[in-house]
């Protein structure tokens, strides 16, 4: 029972997440205290895991029909609505009090505002009507290192913009590879994503156009003074590889194969950028 409990919450999801908080929490110039990290990492992983757990009660009918997810607890019936609900609650309450009485009210606030988006306005709303459900879900994805960043300073500024923008621009070409190489489910379920609306070719030259905004986003930590040289260089370096595998797509002949390899260089990515701005 208690592995049911625990998928529920989308612990893969949480995990990757533990990184780009760290970004933002040690992106900071201030002093880190380990508890403070420690309290932070608890309390946006509990409201991540409240939003998984209300994501996944709320998609089980459409996760029925997709390969990846027919076999999630839900769609099997294994745990109950009111379980469910209370299991989601207690998460969300506790991620938000510890957040604000561990760390500040305002680094609770902004994770408020990512599950809200998160819920509200992806998973209730524009998921299931809309290709803009995406980019919603990108402004709820960028939300952790924000949070990282405002639990150690306790202010909302230009960084923490930069840690944003980066995270937003970052998930969307990201979001349009795997939706490539998982466009039978998404056209089974019925989801308006990218290439079931406007096309593979579309999306191909989208995710193009995109990777190079998101290389400027990465450079806003050394021109706000956050990151010396060696991190630009190293920064422009991975987003020009991703840059030229993202060309390369225009040519292939496996779409599906080389939008995966997208995904998995896009994970390459990040880590790597989380690394350089925690370093």
């Known amino acids: 029972m208690i592995k049911h409990y625990y998928s529920l919450a989308k612990p893969g999801i949480i995990y990757g997440n533990i990184l780009t908080v760290s970004a933002g929490y040690f992106l900071n110039k201030g002093p880190h205290g380990f508890g403070l ?65 561990g760390a500040n009210i305002l680094t609770g606030a902004i994770a408020a505002i990512g599950l809200f988006f998160y819920l509200v306005i992806y998973t209730f709303w524009l998921k299931r009507r809309s290709i803009l459900g995406t980019f919603v879900g990108g402004v709820a994805g960028a939300i952790p290192p924000v949070v990282g960043y405002c639990a150690a300073s306790n202010q909302l500024d230009f960084t923490a913009l930069a840690l944003f923008m980066i995270l937003f621009i970052w998930q969307l070409p990201h979001a349009y590879a795997i939706a490539i ?83 998995l260089f896009s994970i390459v990515v990040i880590v790597a950028l989380c690394i350089m701005l925690i370093v």
């Not at 390969?67 to 299991?87: A, D, P, W």
């Not at 308006?192 to 096309?199: Q, T």
């Open 181 to 263: 190489y998982r466009m039978k489910d998404y056209q089974a379920a019925n989801i308006p994503v990218l290439p079931v609306i406007k096309g593979l070719s579309y999306t191909k030259i989208m995710m193009i156009c995109l990777i190079p905004i998101f290389m400027i986003t990465t450079w806003m930590p050394f021109l706000l003074g956050n990151k010396g040289i060696e991190y630009l260089v190293a920064a422009s370096i991975v987003g020009v590889l991703w840059l030229v595998l993202g060309i390369l797509g225009l040519w292939t002949q496996d779409i599906h194969k080389w939008a995966r390899r997208m995904f």
């Open 37 to 101: 990290y420690c309290l932070t990492l608890v309390g946006i992983s509990l409201v991540m895991a409240c939003g998984c757990v209300v994501n996944n009660y709320y998609d089980r009918d459409i996760d029925e029909r997709m390969e990846r997810t027919k076999n999630r607890v839900l769609v099997q019936g294994l745990i109950s609505k009111r379980s469910v609900f209370v299991y989601a609650f207690l998460l969300g309450a506790t991620g938000l009090l510890i957040l604000s009485l």
